[in-house]
């Protein structure tokens, strides 16, 4: 099997729950699509904008998100922030996300040990 | 608004299958693509935006990425759906009609009850339909699973687009069709009576004509081809166009049904068949130049719909 591409795959399910707590995570300020993607790169982390407009939209419609639109420099722009429920919810996730790191730490000691 | 950027957002809309707002999501990438073209390349050209665009993908592409969930047909192919469908329709009718007229018999008098013959044409017209919809929605089904696209690609032979491209009528010609139609209409409400009358006056009695409903047919095609016309002076659509070529096929078909109950008598055997072949020729040509008009007519429609496509 080529790994290149299963790594693909494998990244592409990573990423999908991990873009959403990045997410999750940047809009305590409000902000709005170009500048989400544009601050994300800068860090490291590229997101195509047919993934990001998308779950942004589906984040507001679960009522994780809010948004508004506002004229900033003769511009229109949608700008996103996280509600109370968004919060309560990232919250949640990440302490399901500390358990996952736990637990592979673990695994990974108890792999070292034994080698 | 930049024409190009216009076009694909209306054609990322026409495959939005979301119950979120479109508008909105219109809206918001509107925003994004001229942002982006102007932080990236310095100012919003038609150039810029053609790049940017060409970054987003296709607006099939987009919309997919918006819609709600997996759909068992990708919508890109909805507009097939109803093209092949009713193109298909439209030639198993033609079919059955020719079929009805070299079946038709002028010497013989063979009854046909108008309310089987109206049954038997509804009947076949709905299994029929819903067969062929049933197999292309299946075709489409299996495109969709294989994921095998482009299937359109026809559309960018430029002759046949341009053939297909929806033109604003004519008012010559539209005057002449209701000038034409109205004419036959009045020549089946008034003519034919007249001229049996005169033939049983001159002692031949060559047509004999035991049921109307034929001439009604014939009266129906005229006066709702004449509504049509009128009707397109206020708005051209070809869905009008497809709506006129399938009652006018309907009606047509009906008509050779009911050509059971003619007869032609009291004149010389090469006479009569004479005017047999050339009833006949005639019912053909007709259906023929109906079909074609109506497939014109659903391509048109559809082309009109999905021109886009393949243009950005």
Redesign the interface.
């Known amino acids: 099997m080529d790994i290149q591409s299963e790594l693909m795959n494998i990244t592409s399910e990573m990423n999908r729950g991990f873009l959403q707590l990045i997410i999750l995570t940047f809009l305590d300020v409000p902000s709005y699509?170009?500048d989400i993607i544009?601050s994300l790169e800068k860090i490291g982390y590229k997101v195509e904008?047919?993934?990001l407009?998308?779950l942004l939209?589906r984040l507001e419609?679960k009522e994780v998100l809010i948004s508004e639109?506002k004229v900033v420099d003769n511009?229109?722009?949608?700008y996103y922030s996280i509600s109370k429920y968004g919060k309560e919810l990232r919250e949640e996730i990440m302490k399901i996300w500390s358990i996952q790191n736990l637990i592979l730490q673990k695994l990974s000691d108890g792999r070292k040990e034994n080698e | 608004m930049n024409e190009k950027l216009n076009e694909y957002l209306n054609q990322v809309k026409a495959y939005l299958n979301t119950s979120?707002n479109k508008e909105?999501?219109i809206?918001?990438?509107e925003?994004?693509v001229?942002?982006?073209a102007e932080?990236k390349y310095g100012q919003i050209t038609d150039e810029s935006i053609s790049k940017i665009l060409s970054?987003?993908?296709s607006p099939a592409?987009?919309a997919k990425?918006?819609s709600d969930e997996q759909e068992l047909i990708d919508p890109s192919y909805k507009n097939y759906i109803f093209m092949l469908t009713n193109t298909f329709f439209a030639l198993i009718i033609g079919i059955n009609l020719i079929t009805n007229v070299f079946r038709i018999s002028f010497t013989s008098f063979k009854p046909e009850n108008l309310f089987l013959s109206i049954l038997e044409i509804i009947g076949t017209c709905f299994s029929t339909y819903f067969m062929l919809f049933g197999i292309i929605c299946f075709l489409f089904f299996m495109l969709t699973k294989y994921k095998i696209k482009n299937i359109a690609a026809f559309w960018e032979y430029k002759d046949l687009s341009t053939f297909l491209a929806v033109k604003p009528p004519k008012v010559g010609e539209m005057i002449s069709k209701i000038i034409f139609f109205s004419v036959f209409t009045l020549f089946v409400f008034f003519g034919i009576d007249a001229i049996t009358v005169l033939l049983s006056k001159s002692g031949l009695q060559v047509i004999n004509i035991s049921d109307k409903s034929i001439f009604f047919a014939f009266l129906f095609v005229g006066l709702f081809d004449i509504l049509v016309y009128a009707v397109k002076f206020y708005r051209n659509t070809e869905l009008l166009d497809i709506v006129k070529g399938f009652f006018d096929l309907i009606l047509l078909w009906f008509a050779t049904i009911k050509m059971e109950n003619f007869r032609i008598t009291d004149i010389a055997e090469e006479i009569s068949k004479g005017i047999s072949i050339g009833l006949k020729v005639a019912f053909i040509v007709i259906t023929v130049l109906v079909i074609i008009e109506l497939i014109v007519s659903i391509l048109r429609y559809s082309i009109n719909k999905t021109k886009n496509i393949m243009k950005v």
């Open positions: 699509g170009y544009d904008e047919n993934t407009y998308p939209r419609k639109w511009k229109p722009r949608k | 979120d909105d999501i809206k918001e990438l925003a994004v001229l942002e982006k932080k970054e987003f993908g592409e987009v990425e918006y």
